[in-house]
């Protein structure tokens, strides 16, 4: 790739990166927590389906 292109890609992904508007602190804090929270929910579901499938699994096959 030619470095003309090359430098006015940069350009252009600096000037893009100027116009992102940026959240605050307090909106990335309560994201941040909120996609923790779902985190463990999910991951909670998934323990017990996982739980629940074994133990079926396992009565059919009588292990």
């Known amino acids: 790739m030619p470095i003309g292109k090359t430098l006015q890609f940069a350009r252009e992904v ?8 940026w959240p605050d602190m307090k909106s990335t804090r309560m994201m941040t927590i909120f996609v923790s929270v779902i985190v463990v929910i999910v991951a909670i579901y998934l323990y017990f389906i996982d739980v629940i499938l074994s133990f079926g699994i396992g009565k059919i096959l009588g292990v």
């Open 14 to 21: 600096r000037a893009e990166g100027r116009r992102v508007t």
